[in-house]
């Protein structure tokens, strides 16, 4: 069950991310809360009742966490780029 929902929260963290990150949305935070609550929800269901026990493992949960950090480091890398353009003006 533990690994059921670190999975879904990783999954849910990284397509969270990779959409604040396409859409720019990074400045509405209950629009992502909203979208992870999403994200997650539908995945749990997915795992749990379409999925066979023990399709995803752990390895599935390192490589989303790597992918939402990889997008949240760009987002701020994104965020402080613009940030310098609007100084410049």
Known sequence: MV??????????AALTAIFAFRFRTWK????????FAG???IELCAER????????????????LGIALLFVVAIHATRH??????EEF
Do not use: K, N, Q
């Open 3 to 12: 690994l059921t929902v670190l999975v879904s929260c990783s999954i849910a």
């Open 28 to 35: 509405v935070p209950r629009r992502l809360a909203v979208y």
């Open 39 to 41: 994200f997650f929800v």
């Open 49 to 64: 009742l379409l999925l066979p026990p023990g399709t995803l493992g752990p390895e599935v949960a390192a490589v989303c």
């Open 81 to 86: 780029l613009e940030a310098d353009d609007d």
